[in-house]
């Protein structure tokens, strides 16, 4: 197991596409940490640059104390677990998971006693002389983690383990992997776009954006204090309402807003937050299970019309059309028994969960309300 | 009604698979013809041959058969050591042509080179160069060219490479068509493949030997059994570079043959004989050569 840092590492490719760009973190040693932002954001690569499958253009990778950045894959001791699986089609399963120690030369006999182990973890015993083809997606996908755990790596690498599978079987492996990390308390890193899988299974979460780090925390912490709009709009499905607002005060219960479009609607946003000056141009960001439907004009709301209605049986979603607004409004409701589409309601929000952003989109919440 | 529409619908169906098959049997027949007809032929008498020209008898085994063109041959000719010299120029080009191109190939389409890609498109324009092209040059250059022999127990430097089972090989290993043909099945696999054995800690040469190879079967087929057929069927560079008979491989042997004896029935035996392994491998390996000439948009 090993603790990991990046020093500001960066991957420059010969036609000068940066794919990322001076990425600071640290891993802990144990840690699960989940790498997620949208395609071509720099996550896969980012992964490919700690399993040594892509040169580092500048900045220094460290394993513990021992700098990487010259060692190839197997001298770093890593585990990868591949989107494809990437399992050697003319190999049982008992040769796939035993290939990387048939090549350092471990002898038979213990070779053949850890794919045993290894097999037995991931309770592969009875399908170690079957070729891939034979197998199942989530068989495959178990062999592949095999492969890699059957080394003693020093940090497991998952790149979209689970995107190939079906959604009830991805359910499943989540679960194998969670517990897998449980049982071997090793550093892991996932890849992923899913951020149900990030959710679910990261201790701290990296949000990436066009190969920089918008954002590193808990699940929770990025969720309910999000650092700026992009990581507010990619954490949380269905993702966080944003307004355009004005500054109009600041008091003890936290920063006064007023949105001109919506016929001067305005809201105080609990929280300590950064001085504003009165008409600065602010976001304010509400998750839909922040904002509330009525059919009758409640003191605080504004007017809006149903657009759509989603009914998902735990869920209910009704889409808005606001004033001074392209985008529809995503409110979520325990009940929409008696909301049609068309119809006028009225929207509030809870001032106490509502985010601001200023107008490059960064969050002007106090670093202490972030806690 | 609908019994009797389903009855003529049957018998349509079979109108058209009779046709079909009287399709299939006459041009079948275009090319198996001259082959009976030489193994026929090869059966009977010059006088018999001629006699039967005229009729189906051509391609029957009948009248005076025997196998006294046959015994001709091995008498008349040296047809054991053309053979022996032709398996041994064919296996050897074609075992170190699977290794050498594949190789090749492998470099170009999984490995990170400066130039790779100007190797790329000289390998692909080579493919056009026919072998008439060059026999003049690799003439002048085989004969200059070095070679360790033997003489009577004793290493000897020989001074040139003609008249020789080498010269029929090494020029030819290196063949840009199957560079080509195993370049694309190459490109094909995916990357994490490789990826994923340098993971485990797989060299270059071991992702290709361990990953990639094993995985090639359909390829390295096609190419064997084109090579196959280039090699055995190689005539005028062993007529300009072999002189002797100790390296003569069987197809100028049979044109050497053919300029001393006007006996038909035995030139016919010699073709016979000649035409037998490629038969042979044909059978064997029927599937892949229908998907070998399929996939290499070449004639098999």
């Given at each position: 197991m090993s603790r990991i840092s990046l020093k500001a590492l960066t991957k420059t490719y010969d036609n000068g596409y940066q794919a990322t760009r001076g990425v600071d973190f640290e891993i802990d040693d144990g840690e699960f940490i989940v790498f997620v932002g949208?395609?071509?954001?720099g996550k896969s690569t980012l992964l490919r640059l700690i399993a040594g499958l892509e040169d580092i253009t500048s900045g220094d990778l460290y394993f513990d104390d021992e700098r990487v950045n010259d060692l190839a894959p197997a001298q770093r001791r890593v585990g990868m677990v591949f989107q494809s699986y990437a399992l050697y089609p003319h190999m049982t399963v008992a040769e796939n998971i035993g290939f990387g120690l048939k090549l350092a030369k471990v002898p038979a006999a213990e070779r053949a006693e850890r794919v045993q182990k290894a097999a037995k973890i991931l309770q592969l015993e009875s399908l170690l002389d079957t070729k891939p083809k034979a197998m199942s997606g989530g068989q495959r996908q178990r062999v592949a983690i095999g492969r890699a755990i059957v080394r003693n790596p020093r940090v497991f690498l998952f790149d979209e383990p689970l995107s190939n599978l079906d959604a009830a079987l991805r359910v499943d492996m989540r679960l194998q992997i969670a517990k897998l990390h449980r049982e071997l308390g090793a550093t892991m890193i996932y890849v992923t776009h899913d951020q149900v899988e990030a959710m679910t299974l990261a201790d701290r979460i990296v949000v990436l954006e066009a190969g920089k780090v918008r954002q590193i925390g808990k699940p929770m912490d990025l969720y309910d204090k999000p650092a700026n709009t992009f990581v507010a709009g990619f954490i949380g499905s269905p993702k966080m309402n944003f307004l355009s607002v004005k500054a109009s005060g600041t008091s003890d219960q936290g920063q006064a807003v007023t949105s001109p479009a919506l016929n001067n609607w305005s809201l105080t946003a609990a929280g300590s937050f950064a001085p504003q000056t009165d008409g600065d141009a602010l976001i304010l960001g509400v998750r839909p299970e922040h904002l509330t439907l009525s059919k009758t004009e409640a003191g605080t709301a504004f007017a809006a019309t149903v657009s759509a209605i989603e009914r998902l049986g735990n869920d209910n979603y009704a889409y808005v059309d606001i004033a001074g607004s392209d985008d529809l409004l995503t409110v979520r409701c325990a009940d929409l028994s008696s909301v049609d589409v068309g119809d006028p309601v009225w929207i509030s929000a809870d001032a106490a969960r509502c985010h601001l952003f200023d107008a490059e989109g960064e969050t002007i919440a106090l670093p202490e309300t972030q806690g | 009604m609908a019994h009797s529409a389903s009855l003529s619908e049957s018998r349509k169906r079979a109108y058209r698979t009779f046709g079909l098959y009287a399709v299939l049997v006459a041009t079948a027949s275009i090319f198996a013809l001259p082959l009976l007809f030489m193994v026929m032929s090869s059966l009977k008498s010059d006088t018999a041959i001629f006699a039967d020209l005229q009729s189906l008898r051509a391609f029957l085994p009948v009248g005076d058969i025997s196998f006294e063109n046959y015994r001709a041959v091995f008498e008349n000719t040296n047809i054991e050591q053309f053979f022996v010299n032709s398996v041994i120029i064919t296996v050897v080009t074609v075992a170190l042509g699977i290794i050498v191109n594949s190789m090749a190939a492998f470099a170009l389409s999984r490995l990170d080179w400066k130039g790779k890609d100007l190797v790329l498109t000289s390998v692909i324009v080579l493919i056009s160069v026919p072998v008439e092209a060059i026999v003049v040059p690799l003439l002048m250059l085989v004969s200059r060219l070095p070679w360790l022999g033997l003489d009577a127990g004793q290493i000897v430097i020989e001074t040139s490479w003609l008249d020789s089972q080498h010269v029929q090989i090494i020029p030819f290993v290196a063949h840009a068509f199957s560079i080509y043909l195993f370049y694309q099945f190459f490109i094909d696999i995916p990357k994490d493949f490789d990826e994923a054995a340098y993971v485990d800690g797989a060299t270059p040469f071991q992702v290709y030997r361990h990953i990639i190879m094993p995985m090639s079967g359909p390829v390295i087929a096609t190419v064997a059994i084109l090579q196959f057929l280039a090699m055995w069927n190689q005539y005028l560079w062993p007529i300009i570079a072999v002189?002797?008979?100790?390296?003569?491989?069987v197809m100028p042997g049979i044109q050497q043959f053919f300029g001393r004896n006007v006996e038909w029935g035995q030139i016919m035996a010699y073709a016979t004989l000649v035409t037998l392994p490629i038969l042979a491998i044909f059978i064997a390996f029927q599937r892949h050569f229908v998907r070998s000439a399929a996939g290499s948009g070449v004639k098999g």
């Open positions: 949208p395609s071509g954001c | 002189q002797g008979e100790a390296a003569r491989p």
